[in-house]
């Protein structure tokens, strides 16, 4: 009864969905993170492998560093979809590489509460993510987003091309997504409860 759960929240007012615009050919998948092998992101270039063979101009962004960034094109290039996959290292503005996003993937096989899932669903990116740790408490299955197993890349890779495929349901789980984030999780939120906890404590 001594222990309060309140979660990491995010800043509406940077994270927001991108205005209507044309889109250029293809369709981009990305991925923002540490490059380690708990993210996952072999995973991913596996399941981009059968996503590229149904759609020869889809494009997958992978952003971040880490231990296994040279594993990760050694894979790339031996799944022959390197030309496809584009490694962008460090991003300072993260809210940019969003908005030339169309599916967010997060095929993390451990997960806390994910600041970078927050931020694209707050920026109403529809979302498929593994079903592990806080990435449960941010989506439901097909609420806001699609949950698939850890590990397994034939589940995300259908995952990824029910999204790519159905713009409506895309556009659907985009919008609750950038909902749920507004009703629980933006900053103003978070701070309302901190300082509810402050008050509470001060009595």
Do not use: W
Not at 70 to 89: D, I, M
Not at 120 to 148: E, H, K, Y
Not at 165 to 171: I, K, S, Y
């Amino acid at each position: 009864e001594s222990i309060v759960e309140i979660p990491n929240g995010v800043d509406l007012h940077t994270f927001v969905p991108r205005s209507p615009r044309s889109r250029p050919e293809g369709t981009t998948i990305t991925f923002v993170g540490r490059l380690d092998r708990y993210k996952g992101v072999g995973f991913l270039l596996e399941a981009f492998k059968r996503v590229l063979a149904r759609n020869s101009t889809a494009r997958l962004v992978v952003v971040g560093t880490g231990p296994d960034e040279t594993l990760l094109k050694k894979t790339a290039a031996r799944l022959n979809v390197q030309e496809n996959v584009h490694f962008k290292g460090r991003q300072e503005d993260v809210g940019a590489v969003f908005s030339d996003t169309d599916v967010f993937a997060l095929p993390t096989l451990s997960e806390g509460m994910s600041n970078v899932l927050l931020e694209a669903m707050a920026c109403g990116l529809p979302v498929v993510a593994t079903s592990v740790g806080g990435n449960c408490d941010l989506i439901s299955d097909r609420q806001n987003g699609i949950l698939v197993p850890p590990g397994d890349a034939l589940a995300l890779s259908e995952a990824l091309m029910e999204m790519l495929d159905n713009t409506a349901l895309a556009q659907q789980l985009g919008d609750k997504a950038r909902k749920t984030v507004l009703e629980h999780y933006s900053l103003e939120c978070i701070t309302d409860r901190y300082l509810h906890l402050y008050n509470r404590l001060s009595l």
